[in-house]
């Protein structure tokens, strides 16, 4: 970062910094939160809506604090980096490890440099939000940092006609004096006490005529035959941007073209994940020499989730093509994620607070929501698309039965839009429960997504089927084979008694239920069966992809 020293300056100041937070505030059952910010001027805010709208708050008062900063000039050219301010803890892993000299080892890594630029980084939890002024070095190497403005280079004394970018080039590395009483100064080394001091001003009785700038050689003319230098092209990937003069340049244009593969990627209409997996196999390579050659620990750690990235993605692709089955057909969920969902349509089967089927289709969909911490949103549309004119009783029925807790009335719930869902609370799945299931947040999105799919497939709907018959076809994909039979190979199909139990109604009306299936074209119209206490079918062939691999 190059900033000039001289009589012209006053003395640098460190980069400003505002930190936005977000906090409990209360008994954790009240849900509300207190929004507090750095800036003394800024007094703490209680929020008793909860978190989402804590964070429309956060983010509110962020963006004041950007066109703030916007309609004062954006940052300073002048400043010193605040990440060196705290040591560039902002990027390195223990900042209190490593010492020497006063100054940090660790800090050695990603030397501070470049000019002064304005960043936002918002951690993943969405809980705090930091705009400093910092380095582009240090911008560059915290993860989860985006770069909201660039400083312009401070003005030189120099004569007319100078280019000022050639002193900045000439003056970056080496951090001595430029010329005509200026200093070239990084955030990583301190000015020495004469370079720092202000040059003293004459008195103003007194005034004194200045020297005139001292003239500086011309611009060496380029050699004959010599093409002209290119700028070295930039990319970003993973949150990192790739320094302009990382070598081998090799590593550098590898970097550069995944970060632009991996947008490309996720702009694609449907998935390939062959496709993913071989980026995150290229990724896991390019960032491993990217840890050797700047030694930094933090990129190695990059490169070893890469690796187990393109392994979970293979996984996946191998278990939804069926494990080499050859029929050519991707299932939504995998073989242990299915395994997963029929542990939840056993859970719900037991511990539903009231048989009737709306309310057991209402208490699927509300656990798979908030099958991980306990709370979980809906809208409005969700809960009228899964029970249509029977919403608001059975929400009604959950919450006197202290299954489910909302915030406000039913009527809330069935009114809330997709840009401000209701935050529902299922007490049994809390944290501080025993935990019914074992499976993680990316598990519980892919299930709850087949849930949806299954309960919201076109033709049921466009059939008006009620509840018992959708809890059907739920239960039908989730004990399905791969090819579509029902129940596993040797069995003779499905339990009437327990198919019944699941959908809360009786083994003789399961076969109307089916009937409807077979209207629907959810099940093959040949295969459908109910004799002898069993329930026997195949997948129709458009549903085989929500199937459930048993």
């Known amino acids: 970062m190059v900033v000039e020293i001289g009589a012209q300056h006053g003395e ?85 490890v490593g010492r020497r000299g006063g100054v940090h080892a660790a800090a050695g890594a990603v030397r501070c440099g470049g000019p002064v630029v304005l960043t936002l980084y918002a951690d993943r939890a969405g809980r705090l939000w930091r705009i400093a002024e910092t380095c582009a070095r240090c911008a560059a190497a915290t993860p989860g940092c985006r770069v909201l403005a660039t400083a312009p280079l401070p003005a030189r004394g120099g004569p007319a006609g100078a280019d000022p970018a050639r002193e900045h080039r000439a003056a970056e590395p080496a951090g001595g004096p430029v010329g005509n009483g200026m200093a070239a100064v990084f955030s990583d080394h301190a000015p020495s006490a004469a370079a720092a001091a202000p040059a003293p001003l004459p008195p103003e009785s007194s005034p004194e005529p200045s020297p005139g700038p001292a003239a500086l050689p011309r611009a060496r003319a380029a050699s004959p035959g010599r093409a002209p230098r290119r700028a070295r092209r930039w990319g970003k990937i993973a949150q990192r941007i790739v320094p302009y003069d990382l070598e081998p340049d090799v590593l550098r244009l590898e970097l550069i073209e995944l970060g632009d593969a991996f947008r490309a990627y996720q702009k694609r209409p449907e ?132 299954w489910l807790r909302l915030p406000g009335t039913t009527s809330d719930a069935l009114a809330s839009r997709p840009e401000d869902p209701t935050a529902v609370t299922v007490p049994t799945l809390l944290p501080d429960r025993p935990r019914p299931f074992g499976f993680g947040k990316t598990t519980r999105a892919r299930i709850s997504g087949w849930a949806q799919k299954v309960v919201g497939d076109r033709k049921l709907r466009k059939k008006k089927l009620g509840a018992a018959p959708r809890l059907l076809a739920l239960y039908t994909a989730a004990h399905a084979r791969l090819e579509g039979h029902l129940g596993h190979p040797g069995d003779d199909g499905l339990s009437l008694d327990r198919a019944a139990a699941f959908c809360g109604v009786t083994p003789g009306q399961v076969a109307e239920h089916a009937e409807l299936l077979v209207g629907a074209g959810w099940l093959a119209e040949a295969e459908a069966d109910v004799a002898g206490g069993r329930l026997r079918g195949q997948l129709a062939e458009r549903v085989l992809p929500l199937g459930g691999l048993l």
Not at 21 to 44: I, T
Not at 291 to 312: F, H, M, P
């Open 12 to 96: 640098r100041v460190t980069g400003r910094v505002w930190v936005v937070r977000l906090d409990p505030c209360g008994p954790p059952s009240a849900g509300a939160v207190r929004l507090s910010c750095s800036r003394p001027a800024c007094a703490d805010q209680r929020i008793p809506e909860g978190t989402a709208a804590g964070r429309r708050a956060a983010v509110g008062h962020v963006n004041s604090h950007l066109a703030h900063v916007g309609a004062g000039g954006g940052p300073h050219g002048e400043a010193w980096c605040a990440c060196r301010a705290a040591d560039c803890a902002w990027h390195t892993a223990d900042p209190g």
């Open 271 to 402: 998935p390939d994940l062959t496709l993913l997996a071989g980026l995150h196999e290229r990724k896991a390579r390019a960032f491993a020499t990217w840890a050797d050659v700047s030694g930094d620990a933090s990129l190695r750690d990059e490169a070893q989730r890469a690796e187990q990235a393109a392994q979970t993605t293979l996984e996946m692709h191998a278990n939804r093509v069926g494990l080499g089955a050859g029929d050519g057909v991707e299932r939504l969920l995998t073989r242990g994620q299915a395994e997963h969902a029929r542990a939840v349509l056993d859970h719900v089967a037991v511990h539903s607070p009231h048989p009737e089927a709306e309310v057991r289709l209402a208490v699927l969909m509300l656990t798979l929501r908030a099958a991980r911490a306990g709370t979980g949103n809906v809208t409005g549309q969700d809960l009228t698309g899964w029970l249509q004119d029977d919403a608001e009783p059975v929400l009604q029925r959950l919450a006197e039965a202290d």
